[in-house]
């Protein structure tokens, strides 16, 4: 307890504050996200939208490029796939909304996977919802990577 309140003396403040201190208040509204319009992107956004709250005085655009791919890594003895990885891969930029400055980049990677089922409806579900919970992941850590910059 007391190594947590000498934090406070020390100058430490939260990153996902969001009071006058923390930097998670400094980029909320402030920026527009564009990503591709198919089920991938509208995940991103959406998460990115939740931690960074919907534009409303953007002066800063992220730009990203969502790459994914299936690997087949469970099989059943008669050969038939049983289980996949989805690996997927964003490319971003934040640049400023004026003159097309770039304020900041980087990559994400992460992974989910999901069941083949015995119907392809339920495999097209997990499927879908492999691909959602690997959105969630990798805009986390693109606010994870946003708040740890000094962003202007």
Request: hydrophobic content about 40%.
């Amino acid at each position: 307890m007391v190594g947590l309140l000498s934090l406070g003396a020390c100058g430490f403040t939260p990153v996902y504050g969001t009071g006058p201190e923390g930097q998670g208040s400094d980029l909320r509204g402030r920026i527009d996200v564009t990503i591709p319009d198919d089920e991938e992107g509208f995940a991103l956004v959406k998460r990115l939208e939740d931690r960074l709250g919907l534009p409303q005085a953007a002066d800063l655009a992220l730009l990203a490029d969502i790459r994914i791919k299936e690997d087949s890594v469970g099989f059943l003895p008669d050969g038939e796939i049983s289980r996949f990885n989805v690996i997927g891969q964003v490319d971003w930029r934040l640049t400023r909304v004026g003159n097309g400055m770039l304020v900041a980049s980087g990559s994400e990677r992460s992974f989910t996977s999901y069941s083949a089922t015995s119907t392809t409806v339920a495999t097209t579900f997990a499927q879908r919802d492999a691909r959602r919970r690997l959105m969630v992941i990798l805009a986390d850590r693109i606010v994870t990577d946003l708040l740890a910059r000094e962003l202007p």
